[in-house]
């Protein structure tokens, strides 16, 4: 970011704070990353994992992202098993 990559687009940054156990500061860049890749699964995945550490599980599922349609049928999926619209088979 300093080097003048807009922080908003750092998601590995997301990651680092997440292992980093910087829940809130990592919750903060999934988000704002997801206002700029709108469509892209993994940030409100994220972010709602971040959110369970802090909120618990529920919560963070209630507070989950809703992202635009994602191409990837996979991280379709995905997003709906966490959002719990879909059953594990």
């Given at each position: 970011a300093a080097l003048g990559y807009p922080?908003?687009?750092?998601?590995?940054?997301?990651?680092?704070?997440?292992?980093?156990?910087?829940?809130?500061d990592g919750d903060s860049q999934?988000?704002?990353?997801?206002?700029?890749?709108?469509?892209?699964?993994?940030?409100?995945?994220?972010?709602m994992i971040c959110e369970a550490k802090l909120f618990g599980f529920e919560e963070a599922r209630r507070r989950m992202l809703q992202v635009g349609f994602d191409f990837r049928p996979v991280m379709r999926t995905v997003?709906?098993?966490?959002?719990?619209?879909?059953?594990?088979?």
């Open positions: 922080k908003a687009l750092l998601w590995q940054r997301g990651l680092s704070l997440y292992y980093a156990d910087r829940m809130q999934f988000r704002e990353d997801a206002r700029w890749n709108f469509a892209d699964t993994e940030e409100s995945v994220w972010a997003y709906e098993l966490f959002r719990g619209e879909r059953e594990s088979e």
